[in-house]
């Protein structure tokens, strides 16, 4: 809801209009916008896909990303309008105290450290046009299915 709020300060094409009052006459000025589009991440889950889900179990956790997900659609649509691109990343499984209890699960070489996460996420980021608005990827940049 945040983006939403903060929308009209990332609009980067379409109508900004702005209201000059010109000895009465009312002129509206259309000012030019040259910044690169803002893009809007959701870091969501691969669990949270529901095309993909083949074991169950994690509730709440699953459904909390599946919304996720359809708000980073429903979003997308909405603001590309104005030349936001939005998508959710599923970062894999990251070396962090949130992940401890399920790493000994976790397969070889797929335990991620945090600053290779980071450096594969902000990859993905920087290569978003929009074609990938509203779309679901993991870490390296492979689209998702919801």
């Not at 070396?95 to 790493?103: A, G, R, V, W, Y």
Request: no cysteine.
């Amino acid at each position: 809801m945040l983006a939403k709020a903060l929308s009209p300060l990332m609009r980067t094409k379409g109508k900004r209009k702005i209201t000059i009052d010109d000895d009465g006459k009312q002129l509206v000025v259309i000012p030019p916008t040259d910044r690169p589009p803002t893009v809007i991440v959701n870091l969501s889950a691969r669990v949270g896909s529901i095309s993909d889900n083949q074991l169950g179990g994690w509730y709440s956790y699953r459904a909390s990303k599946s919304a996720l997900n359809q708000m980073t659609r429903t979003m997308a649509h909405e603001l590309k309008r104005q030349g936001s691109h939005i998508i959710a990343l599923h970062p894999g499984t990251t070396n962090t105290d949130l992940s401890k209890p399920f790493q000994k699960n976790v397969q070889d070489g797929r335990l991620f450290p945090v600053e290779f996460t980071v450096e594969k996420l902000l990859d993905v980021v920087d290569s978003v046009v929009e074609e990938n608005n509203g779309g679901f990827y993991d870490w390296a940049g492979k689209a998702l299915p919801f």
